[in-house]
């Protein structure tokens, strides 16, 4: 490492990082600054690999995460440039077997473009795994199917999403005719120089820098899918390579495998019309005024943090690698002091433009005219729908119901860009193993109804005992049509007939919505007899919901100051047998411990007769 020679800019920085080291915050930090022309500061604090002191280096692989787009970017548009890509055209065009599932009525097509830049409505979401032993939705027509829902029409609105470049990954694949690794390795990481970075080489090397977790260390050949939207990795000195290459600054064994064209595309050419988006092709821009522009590719994964930032109005690279997942970011961190420090006055000029995103991100949620009211629908998966029913409150509560489940309410509710957030617990038709997760939905009005998605925090546990982290994606679709009185009505006469037939129910039915009575009707026969049917003004028998109105009869007699609720029933019932111990509370919350009397063996005899108090006793 640079040790005590580290410039002066970066002093401070340095002491930083060492102290997050020997603290144990971070097992190691790599970095690597590029300036005018010439490599500033490279340097590696740290364990790759602590168990068995292995000291992190220059070339020490770590895992990047999303970092991952701007190079599967970059590996699509070489397929660009070689004729066998359009960026323009349909994404089926390069599926095998299985296509996308628009989950909305379009005509416009979902497009390469669209995936690059995160506007072809695919949600976000991730799955984990050990390289070796993929899940059958790793990738192929299993992945598309079960990840390639969109839930929004392409170019509506900006959704980040790592699915979208599983997806990219599958373009690369059918039209290279070739993995997506041995693509990337020959087209890409060999003509770079970047001899460290792939996908399975993390397997068989040595310099690992093993992911942690809270402390806890990871398996190295731990990753996290899908393959081209996270699963990459690579070294700090390769990552210098790159961003060299992007920079317009490449090294002079490196091979410009992209034209300057396309390369500016893919750092200039981001929809400004959507709100909150950044993406331009795989790299993220955010213009800084007088600064320029500032590219971003970063990631936050499963056991790491990555960054690079490029200034190429200023010709400046920045690499920054962590092997501790930290979030916020402790590579996004380090590289903006770092860029502050190479540039007095950087973070003023970001924070503004952070704070014009964060506007349309996050904010708190309250509820618009035309979303109050009842919603009813269904949530689509790969592998099924199931009913949905959503209330929007004017108070701000939202509650829904899935399928024949309890009504729920959604908690950590925000609004981001015209879509209102929210989450609960719950699960969807998914795949055998599944557990019930934490469900985040995703939902904006428009074209008379509400359309969304819902993403399903959960894990998987397969026939041998593995066990799985997995996101799994659904698409949402309401509307204010209800069934009107005359389809219940029909619906509930249908259902009972052939109960009623049997002789197997026979009684009346009463559903009211607000101040309307949708059914209201009779079935069977009140007395055989006599040959009265039902009506819906017959009296029954009501049983147990006798409870409810004894226990009002109560409640009055406590408004009127003749009991309370805490008084013994001793003071009612002095014979009772600890009458001193049992209050009028114990008895209308089923919690005095006295039996169901139901069970005793003379019930049937002594049900047919009145009861006193004193029987009762």
Sequence with gaps: GAGESVDERFVEIRRGMAEMVDSGELPSIAVSVFSDGEMLWEEAIGWADREREVPATLGSIYGLGSLSKSITATGLMVLVEQGLVDLEAPVDGYLGDQKLTPCFQSEEAITVRHLLNCSAGIPHGWFSYVLGDEPAFADGNEYVRRFGLA????????????????????????????????????????????????????????????????????????????????????????????????????????????????????????????????MALGWGVIELGEKGRLLVSNGEVTGANSTVLLLPESGVAIVVLANEAHSPSISDATAFAIAEALSPGFMDSIGAVIEEIEAHRGGTYGPTPEVLGEWTGEITTADGSVPLRLRFQEDGDIHLRIGDGFWTLLDRKAISAGVSEGSCT??????????????????????GGIGGH???????????????????????????????????????????????????????????????????????????????????????????????????????????????????????????????????????????????????PDYVERSKRPHTASDLV
């Design 151 to 278: 839930a929004f029409p392409p170019g509506e609105r900006f959704l980040y999403s790592n699915h979208a470049y599983g997806i990219a990954r599958e373009i690369i694949a059918g039209a290279s005719g070739r993995s997506y690794e041995d693509f990337m390795r020959t087209e890409v990481f060999e003509p770079l120089g970047m001899t460290s970075s792939g996908l399975g080489i993390v397997v068989a090397a040595d310099d690992v820098a093993r992911g942690h977790l809270g402390g806890e260390v990871l398996p190295k050949d731990l990753v996290t899918g899908p393959v081209g939207g996270a699963t990459l990795f690579s070294s700090v000195s390769d990552l210098m390579r790159y961003a060299r290459f992007h920079l317009g600054r490449p090294l002079s064994d490196q091979t410009r495998i992209l034209s300057r064209e396309s390369l500016k595309a893919m750092h200039s050419d981001r929809d400004e019309t959507l709100p909150g988006s950044l």
């Design 426 to 447: 719950g699960s969807l038709p998914g795949p055998e193993g599944v557990e019930r997760g934490r469900l985040s939905f995703y939902l904006a009005p428009g074209d």
């Design 454 to 600: 819902v993403t399903w925090i959960t894990r998987r546990v397969d026939s041998e005992g593995d066990d799985w982290s997995l996101v799994l994606p659904g698409c949402v679709s309401l509307s204010r049509e209800q069934t009107g009185g005359d389809e219940l009505q029909g619906a509930a006469d249908a259902f009972l007939k052939p109960y009623v037939d049997s002789r197997n129910f026979s009684g009346s039915i009463l559903i009211a919505s607000g101040d309307e009575i949708l059914v209201d009707s009779g079935y069977g026969p009140a007395s055989i007899e006599h040959s009265v049917v039902n009506e819906p003004k017959t009296r029954f028998r009501i049983g147990s919901i006798s409870k409810t109105f004894t226990a009002a009869a109560i409640l009055l007699l406590q408004e009127g100051g003749s009991l309370r609720l805490g008084d013994p029933i001793s003071l009612y019932l002095p014979a009772f047998p600890n009458g001193d111990a049992i209050t009028i509370r114990h008895l209308l919350g089923h919690t005095s411990g006295l039996p169901r009397y139901v069970f005793q």
